[in-house]
């Protein structure tokens, strides 16, 4: 059973359960461990942050579980995609209100407010956003401060995404972030595949990267590994096999 049937399944579960029922804490659980694939998914999008990668998945669980409390299965909309943006805000909450995304120089601060300012002068002067060069000679800096000063300006304040945008209606940017990845359906499958492809021995394993990742036919494998196409054939169909059969998601 896949994952989002499985995760169906146990939200179907789950509304059949009186609130005091022993068993909605069993279920609540099961929703998620099988969804905390979602929520590493979520949390590579900070990797380039300096906060331990476990530590961001741990926030993101709290948003899971807040959005598992939430979901209503009867909406028609699919968990993950309601789900998501309710992770990656508690992330962003996390980043915004606990860690600085870069620590600002007390000179680029100050600098940041020359900057600013200069940007709306410009910016009434010439009808548009001023480019890096205007702002540089404007206040007679290098180009390489002003964008340093950009940057740590940027990394500095962090958007809110509950405060309502002006130029969209008066809609939060959380409401306009619920989407669904064409790819999210996979990401299950190809963690598993990549915690399995880990476990076979490097021969059986370099014969599935040429095959599925390089796109090498059986006899270009032969060719490469030196060995007939026949026996490169049959490795492939016994790990394939083993895969399937180390794979949880097909029992």
Known sequence: MDVRTLTRVLFERLSELPPDAPERERV???LIEVNIPLV???ATRFRSRSEPMEDVVQVGTIGLINAIDRFDPTRGVQF???ALPTILGEIKRYFRDNVRTMHVPRRLQELWVQVSGAMEELTVLHGRT???PEIAASLRIPEEDVRACLDAGRAYNA???EAAQEHEGGLALLDRLGYEDAALAEVEHRDMVRHLLVQLPERERRIVMLRFFANLTQSQISTELGMSQMHVSRLLSRILTR?????????
């Not at 895969?243 to 029992?251: A, D, H, Q, V, Y």
């Open 28 to 30: 609540r659980a099961a």
């Open 40 to 42: 590493r998914y979520a």
């Open 80 to 82: 993950p995609t309601y």
């Open 130 to 132: 001023p480019k890096v």
């Open 159 to 161: 958007a809110s995404l």
């Open 243 to 251: 895969l399937r059969t180390g794979n949880s998601w097909e029992g």
